[in-house]
């Protein structure tokens, strides 16, 4: 049996943003729908809120292959810093791998729904079998995915920390303009312009990637998974703009922008990167998650936050036992043929 999972009633001054702190969860017949405005019987309310997960995890049996469900096509491909004229490379030339799906039965030049997955090979052997065991049993949209690794490195002073940290519409105008029509020219893919069939997803940077792809862009994106977003101070180089880097994001720009049509489930592990660090840090991944919940919960929006105890960073036990229903959670509302 999968862990009992405990809706929480909180508001945003229910987190106690100390080192280490974590809300306090209630009893799921307490809680009230968490989105500010959603109306009682929304169906994309539906899962709304804060939950507790945990401490034992055990794998979604949706990861596991079927027989007789169809699997997807499978292509994967390298890209060449040469070819990208908006990261040429901060350290010198590079290569990046990037895994294409297409669900099975697909016709060509009909448009798809897809998600962008950053590190996304690190996720080829969840996410995967999840789409085709959730497409087949007709619970997610037949969709496309974009399994895209960064340029490499990490943190500061990478390709991956330029890429995933800076708090710009940098990265988003790179899929758009430099990954997409390549993928859909030489899969012969038409991607939907839809936002809402839209979505990206992440661990870490790679959350924060996800976010800020979004954020900038809800033109583009309007939904998105996060595993351990890196809220936190990391970009660079410096940006007048977000000084204190996707910090800024529960700081700043989600209290003080009007609410965006996004759609946002996040997680956070009991004993994430930081979780001893005081405020005055900024690279505190417990508090920055908390603070992002309880940011997204005042304005109003369609968001999930899972607080998984005994976890740690981008927790690959606690991916396993969430991802088929965070998947269901996150494309709630859109139509499944």
């Not at 508090?287 to 105890?309: C, I, Q, V």
């Amino acid at each position: 049996m999968r862990n009992t999972i405990l809706r929480v009633a909180i508001g945003i001054g229910a987190f106690r943003f100390i080192v280490g702190a974590r809300p306090a969860f209630a009893e799921e017949t307490a809680a009230k729908p968490a989105s500010a405005g959603a109306k009682a019987g929304d169906v994309e309310s539906k899962g709304d809120g804060d939950f507790e997960i945990g401490p034992n995890y055990e794998n979604a049996p949706e990861l596991t292959a079927k027989d007789g469900v169809a699997k997807g096509d499978v292509h994967e491909f390298t890209m060449d810093s040469a070819d990208s004229k908006i990261y040429p490379g901060i350290r010198g030339p590079y290569q990046r791998k990037v895994i294409v799906y297409v669900p099975a039965g697909y016709v060509a030049g009909k448009a798809l729904p897809f998600v962008v997955v950053q590190d996304g090979l690190s996720y080829r052997n969840t996410l995967l079998p999840v789409l085709d065991n959730l497409i087949a049993g007709h619970r997610l949209p037949a969709m496309a995915a974009i399994l895209i690794n960064s340029g490499g490195g990490d943190a500061q002073g990478s390709e991956r920390g330029l890429e995933y940290d800076t708090v710009s519409d940098r990265y988003a105008n790179f899929l758009e303009s430099e990954v997409l029509p390549r993928v859909a020219k030489d899969f012969k893919l038409t991607f939907t312009k839809d936002p809402n069939g839209r979505a990206t997803m992440g661990g870490s940077s790679g959350a924060a990637a996800a976010l800020t792809m979004a954020w900038f862009r809800p033109d583009l994106y309007h939904r998105v998974l996060s595993y351990s977003g890196t809220y936190v101070n990391q970009q660079s180089p410096h940006n007048p703009q977000s000084p204190h880097g996707a910090w800024e994001y529960h700081e700043n720009l989600i209290p003080k922008s009007d609410a965006k049509p996004l759609r946002i489930w996040l997680e956070v592990g009991e004993n994430d990167n930081g979780s001893k660090k005081d405020e005055q840090s900024l690279h505190n991944w417990v508090m920055a998650n908390n603070r992002m919940a309880a940011a997204l919960k005042g304005k109003g929006y369609h968001y999930r936050y899972e607080f998984a105890k005994g976890a740690g960073h981008v927790d690959g036990k606690v991916v396993r036992q969430t991802l088929p229903e965070a998947l269901l959670w996150l494309w709630r509302g859109y139509p499944v043929e």
